[in-house]
């Protein structure tokens, strides 16, 4: 059995055996398979649906992308289910990569040299790769140091001389002085982090470029020591200028030492497994895009609260939040995203829409816009949704839009007129035909 299993969302995992492993099934080993129920009950604890047990042999996955390294080394990597069967597993590695990228907030050529071209490895070894050059450049520039506060005894008088300790000391023992100094070290917060890191990688990595790039900076960083406190260190990690550029290093850093993580797995066992919610990732990439698009005076909210569905004995109940919430002036425009495929063409199965997120943007509509306005409903585009849908009117003038967002061409494709304060790169020219 191969120790590299490579699905896509909502998936089976079973330890039956099968014809062929492909996208939407898989085998896995029996002790995996356990593990992942034990990951499985973990996330459930922590109010997350990571995947439901079918049967005795078969697990179903959920809407978490990334990868998971199982104690007895099998790696199950988890696609977005985006593209079609059959290039799905490159362009949907390429995908993945581009919403970490920038949920990790790289600028494009940062993303650029991070190697986004580059998809005939999994997701971690791309990880440790990234981390791995992040952590060369900031060697070839030099690590900062810190002075270090030194309190011991000694024979010799070296920086102050503690006098209080000096008077302490016990009879016969004159000749030792109790003295404090500086030393000028490189054992700060930053650097016991990065060990750490590195650390985790020389053991994790599998690939032969990474495993000899890891050792080469294992030995000239080896007298670094590793982080005692991981959380402690990474609150302490300083922002200021003379750490600029630490900032290239430290996203990599995060993920790979589980803090940065929207969701990442805990427990005894820590390989190298990072998981995503891709509601989250796609949200946060459509949010980066819309705000770059924005018209001079528009503003965006990304999870608006200042409304509720009602209120009870004077205060709110029932928090309204929207994706996002454009305000220009006095206008308002309230957009939601939803990580789901539509079918333009199944007309009589209402395209694959939701009646509870319909309830839900009629409820954004007449909180945050009083009845009266547009609101969005946004899919990723494919192949069976490529055009915005007709609007739907809840009458008295407030209207939903249903659009797609092209994830290969970062275009949000918005019906003219719709009156959205966006840049015209981000309208469509047509709507979708009526069937």
């Known amino acids: 059995m191969s120790s590299l299993i490579v699905v896509r969302e909502y998936a089976r995992l ?42 005795r042999q078969c697990l179903r996955l959920d809407s978490y992308v990334g990868v998971l390294e199982s104690p007895c080394g099998q790696v199950i990597e988890i696609l977005p ?15 993945l990569c581009k919403l970490i990228a920038s949920a990790l907030d790289l600028s494009p050529r940062e993303a650029q040299e991070a190697g986004l071209q580059l998809f005939d490895t999994p997701l971690s070894e791309w990880v440790m790769r990234e981390f791995l050059r992040a952590l060369e450049q900031l060697v070839k520039r030099g690590l900062r140091f810190d002075y270090q506060r030194i309190e011991e005894e000694q024979r010799y008088l070296r920086g102050q ?15 030792y002085f109790q003295i404090r100094h500086d030393v000028f070290l490189p054992d700060r917060p930053e650097n016991r982090l990065l060990q750490s890191a590195l650390a985790l990688v020389c053991k994790a990595t599998q690939d032969p470029d990474n495993w000899r790039l890891a050792h080469e900076l294992a030995g000239m960083l080896h007298e670094l020591p590793a982080s005692r406190n991981t959380e402690a260190d990474f609150r302490q990690w300083r922002d200021d200028r003379l750490m600029a550029h630490y900032q290239a290093v430290k996203p990599w850093c995060e993920l790979i030492l589980y803090r940065h993580m929207p969701q990442a797995v805990a427990g005894d066992y820590r390989g190298i497994s990072l998981l995503f919610p891709m509601e989250k990732l796609f949200e946060d990439y459509v949010a980066r895009h819309v705000r770059s698009r924005l018209l001079p005076g528009a503003r965006l909210t990304t999870q608006a609260s200042s409304d509720a569905l009602c209120t009870h004995l004077g205060k709110k109940m029932f928090q309204l939040q929207p994706d996002l919430l454009i305000e220009q ?19 009589d199965g209402k395209y694959g829409l939701s009646q509870a997120d319909f309830y839900q943007l009629f409820a954004y509509g007449q909180r945050y816009l009083d009845g009266k306005g547009e609101l969005a409903l946004i899919y990723p585009a494919y192949r069976k949704f490529a055009r915005p849908l007709h609007p739907f009117d809840f009458g008295g003038g407030l209207r939903l839009h249903v659009v797609p967002f092209d994830l290969e061409r970062d275009e949000l494709l918005l019906p ?17 035909p009526i069937h």
């Open 161 to 175: 001389l503690d006098v209080v300790r000096q008077m302490r000391q016990p009879p016969g023992r004159d000749h």
């Open 81 to 95: 289910k985006h593209h079609d069967e059959g290039d799905c597993e490159t362009s949907s590695r390429r995908l």
């Open 14 to 55: 079973t330890t039956a055996p099968l014809p062929r492993n492909t996208l939407d099934e898989a085998q896995v080993s029996p002790s995996a398979f356990a593990w992942l129920c034990e990951l499985m009950a973990g996330f459930r604890r922590s109010g997350a649906q990571l995947m439901q047990l079918e049967g």
């Open 329 to 347: 002036g006095s206008m308002r425009w309230v957009l939601d995203t939803k990580w789901k495929r539509l079918d333009s063409s199944d007309r």
């Open 416 to 432: 003219v007129g719709c009156g959205f304060p966006l840049l015209a790169k981000s309208v469509a020219t047509d709507l979708e």
